[in-house]
């Protein structure tokens, strides 16, 4: 009988050189995404437990106002990226999440209440039809317990890490649970084809297909997407809301 190969420690080591880490993973991440890490580098699951996420308070907005605009950059094209003005007034209107590593803003999410999408209207919008181009929409969305999620940014060298789905979008949800939403509704890049994923983690549901919801880029099409936040009616939610996300409290204040 030939002998047996002996396990790569480096590669995979013992769960009683991590107790630790898996314990507070087992808090942190989906259970389904634990296991698959744990069946290859246990160095990848130390890895995204470096990241934070936090929420960011209209007084905190300069201290990261430069990290915001810089990710907006790297991730849109010029016509589909926010301003800062932009970005002033939406941390007033709802959670503004961003994701930290270390002193480092690795991405954010911005989203506003359903009832401050009026404002965004331009002069020549038709305001029958309002924010989403369909009068029926606009009164179903834009309400107070209805979060607009406007912007998500994940700076490029994050982005393979799923950091978006394990940590940013959760924490999202949790705050969006904390300050009374019941629905979250969102536009999503067709060419992104996140739509699946989204369904699969978070019960979400296609409302409709937007064609032209950037004028200036007809080519990119658009899925208005929803999801119910109350885990009596949409059991994915139960999962997302007990996990015990790692948060900070200085809004991701990049020091000097």
Known sequence: MEPTKPTDAKAVPAAG???????????????????????????????????????????QLDAVMPALLKAEEDCYPEDMRDGEEHLRWIATKGPLMTLNMKDEIAGYVSSCSGSALPETLEEDDDPEEGFFGKPEETQEYCKDDVLYVWNVSITPKHQ????????????????????????????????????????????AKVIRRVENWFPDLPEELFDLVEIDLDPKTNPKMAEVLTRKLPFRTDGGEVQA
Request: glycine share 6%.
């Open 17 to 59: 050189e991590h107790g630790p880490l898996l314990e507070r993973a087992r808090e942190v991440l989906p259970s389904a995404t634990l296991e698959r890490m744990m069946k290859g580098n246990h160095d990848a699951i130390a890895e995204i437990m470096k990241y934070e996420t936090s929420m960011v308070t209209p007084e």
């Open 160 to 203: 393979q890490k799923h950091l978006f789905t394990t940590l940013l979008y959760p924490a999202t949800i949790q705050k969006a649970v904390e300050g009374g939403y019941k629905k979250m509704v969102f536009h999503s890049r067709v060419s992104e084809n996140l739509v699946p994923l989204y369904e699969q983690k978070y019960g």
